[in-house]
């Protein structure tokens, strides 16, 4: 594969995906995303589908990251141990049938609790590369499955997986709150109210109940549900987070419409916090492991 | 109404309704249950539901309680705040608009915390009536909706209801850990475990992707999955209701496999509790009011 003269670098989550076309220079030339996640693939239709997103950025060296090479997905790769940085990922991929793209492994952490992360990983390792986060720090990288990891020397040492959006959006679709909860969670006094409650370490499921009975009671607004639940189970993940080290100096990497929350809720737990644009750095990341493929 | 022929008492929940013909004498003569629950029928659809149980069971008076009761289900009931017996609940019964029915008030808890039930308020007053359960004693009411409730001197004093059946089902059907929560939740090594952790009250999304990446990492068997996370989930349901009360004796009250598995956590915490049939509860609470409405 000659990747010096560009290549493909794919963040191939569980519901939706990322594709990049990356110049020789390194510099992002076309992008698009859509929702064909893993899920929405059939075991035998990824061929179909990385022809697909060959049709739209050309036929140059492929990089696969996320859950397409979990088993689930196309090719499953398995796990790089912690510590893990860009050169124990670059030595672990794993080559398609065709030999025209690269899976990523995602990365494990197995000492007393056990973990698995798919695809951030390149973000993170990218956003150490560009210099964004510290070699040594703790990053916040929200999403359905918020991670809070543990970065030494420039290598992902240990992390911790919180379902706080997957628990979200279940509430929200099919649960008897799901009324209550359409509305877009912004920070505020609600969304406050629920984070101190969170960081208290209450019971969820007591909770949301809570939630419920306050408005048939009168008690609290419909219109403030959603800012609640959201501020009650990012409480609860951010408690979770700086117990895995609060010394350290924390970044919060995602969509910006998720580390604003997290950053404020950070903010109430004492702690600030910079926030990250994980797009830039998947990219970075990717540029990455390819100089060391090469 | 003639109340003293015998009646129609029906249990009409969320998702599925149980009907049954009392005779003069106050046994059960017939019954019957069905996925009819409030979800189920439109707005408009009660009268006709109504007729429906009316053709299985006669044209007695009928005693309706739960759900139906509410803002989604036939004619809105406000409820009866704590502290509530059979007496407040007779007091706010309302008449459906053709006269032949009546409709029972759920209870409210407003204190600091907010809560609400509607329908084991009379399963809680059947058991006090019957003596099966003391006039002062904390019962757990398993279900969708877990109620911790405290009674005192035969009255519902004060309640906390924790979505443990709810979460469960949510995660079973729609989550990430839905292939690993199909089996069947059964006391043992790995209900235990989950117990365990449960109440020591760590973060529930956190240790629920956990239970994901111990199968992934060959660390857990597939099979214990359901188990550990039922575990889990009842184990911070008793660590809640135990914090309502723990000096009182405690009554397990529902269908025997769930409370079979809340004796096992309460017992692991270090409670003996007994258990209690629900179902004949409801009947005898429904006898009670109606003796008051006679």
Redo the contacts between chains.
């Keep these: 594969m000659h990747w010096a003269d560009g290549f493909i670098a794919v963040d191939w989550g569980?519901t939706n995906r990322r594709a990049y076309l990356i110049g020789a220079d390194g510099a992002c030339t076309r992008e698009f995303e859509d929702d064909k996640g893993i899920l929405s693939v059939a075991a035998n239709g990824f061929e179909a589908e990385v022809a697909a997103i060959r049709d739209r950025l050309g036929d140059g060296p492929m990089l696969l990251a996320g859950m397409v090479g979990s088993?689930r997905g196309w090719i499953e790769v398995p796990?790089a141990p912690c510590p893990a940085g860009p050169e124990e990922l670059a030595r672990r991929v794993v080559r398609s049938p065709d030999g025209s793209a690269v899976l990523i492994p995602g990365v494990?952490y197995?000492n007393g609790?056990?973990?698995?992360m798919r695809g951030e990983e390149v973000q993170l390792l990218g956003a150490v590369a560009t210099g964004e986060i510290a070699p040594d720090c703790l990053v916040c990288h929200p999403g359905t499955?918020n991670k809070w990891v543990l970065m030494r020397d420039s290598r992902i040492q240990s992390f911790?997986?919180?379902?706080?959006g997957?628990?979200f959006n279940?509430?929200r679709?099919?649960?008897?709150l799901s009324d209550l909860l359409k509305a877009e969670a912004e920070p505020g006094a609600a969304f406050a109210a629920g984070v101190d409650r969170g960081l208290e370490?209450s019971?969820?499921?007591?909770e949301?109940?809570?939630v419920?009975?306050?408005v048939?009671?009168g008690?609290s607004e419909r219109e403030d549900a959603a800012a609640f639940v959201s501020g009650l189970?990012i409480g609860?993940?951010v408690?979770?987070g700086i117990g895995q080290d609060n010394a350290l100096p924390i970044t919060v990497m995602g969509r910006p419409e998720l580390t604003r929350l997290y950053t404020a809720a950070l903010a109430q737990a004492g702690f600030v916090a910079r926030e990250c644009d994980g797009e830039r750095a998947f990219i970075a990341g990717a540029r990455k492991i390819v100089e060391l493929l090469q």
């Design positions: 569980t088993n796990y494990s197995s609790r056990a973990d698995v499955h911790r997986t919180v379902m706080t997957e628990l279940l509430l679709e099919k649960s008897i370490g019971s969820l499921a007591a949301l109940f809570e419920r009975a306050n048939l009671l008690r189970l609860q993940d408690r979770v």
